[in-house]
């Protein structure tokens, strides 16, 4: 199947810094790419969609202006957490989609587990 | 009322038994529904797929759909304790946005 690159894996960081993760297609265009936050013993939640060359929609209670999304090109997107708190630590997980509309099969990459200290 | 219901579990089946696995959805325009599997501190990964009422057989896998019901299930026959994870039930809704369950933990004993 289609593989979905997400790097790092993990990262530590001190309260206040910006954190980027980054998230590849490597064997097909993404147009649209979906970014997940997955906390302890919950599901995921639907941070932001991005589709190539605009900007992200973002859902509901998420901060645009905390969590960048740039989705320059149709192999990558980018999610920047900017000022980072401990209350952002949380399993972050991208994926992407070939189609124009996702409701085909999503590829996950294999996520970042953030912690903020 | 939640979009996405399952129950959280946890479910407990040994070795070589059935599990099952339930999901109930509210948006009656759905029209692609998933089963992906996670492990602990891993992404999830795509199981099953399915589309139309009935069933949908993959080697030890087996997905249900009934729309007029609002409700889909995933079989797994003669389970193995590499079985265990937390399956995740996910809907792609009349948004066109996936929308996942909240997950159910399976453990399957040895």
């Known amino acids: 199947g289609a593989v979905v690159s997400q790097h790092p894996s993990w990262v530590i960081c001190k309260s206040g810094t910006s954190v980027k993760i980054e998230c590849r297609s490597l064997?097909?265009?993404?147009?649209?790419m979906f970014w997940y936050r997955q906390f302890p013993k919950q599901s995921l939640m639907l941070m932001a969609t991005?589709?190539?060359?605009?900007?992200?929609?973002?859902e509901q209670g998420v901060e645009k202006d905390k969590f960048l999304i740039n989705h320059a090109s149709l192999t990558l997107s980018t999610l920047t957490v900017t000022s980072a708190h401990p209350e952002d630590s949380s399993f972050y997980i991208c994926?992407?989609?070939?189609?124009?509309?996702?409701?085909?099969?999503?590829?996950f990459g294999s996520g970042t587990q953030l912690s903020v200290l | 009322q939640k979009e996405v219901e399952q129950n959280s579990g946890p479910l407990s089946v040994p070795e070589g038994a059935i599990a099952s696995l339930n999901c109930t959805y509210s948006?009656?325009?759905?029209?692609?529904f998933f089963w992906y599997r996670q492990y602990s501190g891993k992404s999830p990964e795509l199981i099953m797929s399915?589309?139309?009422?009935g069933d949908k057989e993959d080697g030890r896998f087996t997905a249900q759909l009934n729309k007029a019901s609002q409700y889909v299930s995933l079989l797994i026959r003669d389970s193995q304790p590499s079985d265990s994870a937390t399956y995740l039930c996910?809907?792609?809704?009349?948004?066109?946005?996936?929308?996942f369950g909240s997950g159910t933990q399976l453990t399957v004993l040895p």
């Open positions: 994926s992407a989609s070939s189609r124009p509309s996702p409701n085909e099969k999503l590829f």
């Open positions: 399915i589309y139309s009422n």
């Open positions: 948006d009656r325009v759905s029209q692609s």
């Open positions: 991005s589709n190539e060359g605009s900007k992200a929609t973002y």
């Open positions: 064997d097909f265009q993404a147009t649209t």
């Open positions: 996910a809907v792609s809704g009349s948004a066109r946005q996936l929308t």
